[in-house]
């Protein structure tokens, strides 16, 4: 319906617009008053903190989506992303338990199961081991899950919020695995968390054994607490709830173990009610992060579409933009570094004119693998899932410029 009434307005410009960033009157500014004092030295900053100006750059929740903030999540703030790290004071927060504290003088690692040695591994053992830093997203699967039966709230952070991007440090799990043998006929590793749920997860030993890290630092610096604070698993590409947080346990076995999390929970729910069982994998995604209902546009002129796209499989190949509701599509350029398993930055120069716009963008991964219209994956999956929501999103921009969050029938 919304399609039919945009009509071509949103890709027609019949007026002229002003040049970008030029001012009505060249003459220098007057001196403002902070060039004319001295600020304040070093020392009363020991730790760094964004500018009061961002004080609205921060994680935000929504008080009636879980049954309490034990077991509940935060989301970033993708409208204010800059680039496709997201800083680790904003980096989304999902519990299950609530945040522990943990000693890392106390804390160790045990592996065990279908091994030659089992193994106990304190921090110090752990960083002993050789050491790289790779950027990987991390999405939540339940990212969207509002949206699958109609648009729910009206903002990119809480629509897309559930994912965060960061440089992440550690040891590759296969490495730590090296050093216990892995017995013949092991094909199975559970992951447990030394949160109050003891969050578990059975994955693949050829994941484990591929790019799976055992992760102490993120952004340059030590894993803040609810980033699994000393040591957490990190799965690249993987639903976020088996990137397990405070990582206590790692048990090799040759089957899986059918955990809550994986049953009764993080699994896709089909049309018929049933359930498919072990999706892995976060599938090509993208979003408009700008314009979107949190920035919109402030009136005809010239602007850049600003977007981030992923994809669990590999690198991003291509994202498309369409100003028309995916009537036609234009491909977006994609910024450097354009890497596997994490965020990539797209852009699109458009010239609006003022008229109704339906805003969308389209991924393309590596694999030849196309992100899906919302349609075709009801048309799949119904409408009562939760998990695993990587349609094509909808903004409608309005010609006072604000911006909402529409489904097209």
Not at 126 to 136: A, G, M, Q, V
Not at 188 to 202: F, I, K, N, P, Y
Request: aromatic share 8%.
């Amino acid at each position: 319906m919304l399609r039919a009434s945009l009509g071509a307005g949103a890709v027609g410009l019949a007026v002229a617009m002003p040049e970008r960033g030029r001012a009505a009157d060249p003459s220098p500014p007057a001196e403002p008053d902070w060039s004319q004092s001295l600020g304040p030295g070093i020392g009363d900053r020991v730790y760094g903190h964004p500018s009061r100006f961002e004080a609205d750059v921060i994680r935000r929740d929504v008080p009636w989506l879980t049954a309490n903030a034990e077991a509940s999540v935060s989301f970033t703030p993708l409208q204010y992303q800059q680039g496709i790290i997201t800083p680790s004071g904003v980096f989304f927060e999902r519990y299950h338990a609530g945040r522990p504290t943990v000693d890392p003088a106390r804390h160790q690692l045990m592996i065990h199961g279908m091994v030659d040695r089992p193994l106990l591994l304190t921090m110090a053992d752990i960083h002993r081991f050789p050491s790289e830093s790779r950027i990987h997203f991390i999405e939540c699967p339940a990212n969207g899950g509002m949206e699958w039966r109609a648009a729910q709230l009206n903002s990119l952070q809480f629509t897309h919020g559930m994912i965060g991007c960061a440089e992440w440090t550690g040891v590759k799990l296969s490495t730590v695995l090296e050093e216990c043998g892995i017995a013949k006929g092991a094909s199975w590793v559970l992951a447990e968390g030394a949160d109050g749920a003891h969050m578990t997860r059975s994955i693949p030993l050829g994941k484990c054994l591929d790019d799976v890290l055992l992760a102490y630092g993120q952004n340059g610096e030590a894993l803040r607490p609810e980033q699994g604070y000393p040591l957490r698993l990190l799965v690249p590409g993987w639903q976020g709830n088996m990137n397990v947080k405070w990582i206590r346990r790692l048990q090799l076995g040759d089957a899986p173990w059918f955990t809550r999390e994986e049953t009764s929970k993080y699994t896709e729910l089909m049309k018929d009610g049933k359930a498919r069982g072990f999706t892995w994998p976060i599938y090509a995604k993208s979003v408009i992060t700008f314009p979107c209902p949190e920035m919109p546009a402030r009136g005809p002129g010239a602007y850049e579409i600003r977007g981030l796209a992923w994809s669990g499989l590999g690198r991003i190949n291509q994202v498309d933009v369409s100003l028309d509701g995916g009537i036609n599509w234009t491909r977006a350029r994609l910024q450097e570094p354009v890497l596997s398993k994490a965020l990539t930055k797209f852009t699109l120069e458009w010239r609006w004119d003022g008229r109704p716009a339906l805003l969308q963008s389209r991924a393309i991964d590596e694999t030849g693998f196309v992100q899906p219209t919302l349609a075709e994956l009801r048309q799949v999956r119904g409408t009562n899932s939760v998990y695993n929501n990587n349609s094509i999103q909808t903004w409608q921009v309005k010609p006072d410029g604000s911006v909402f969050n529409v489904q097209l029938a």
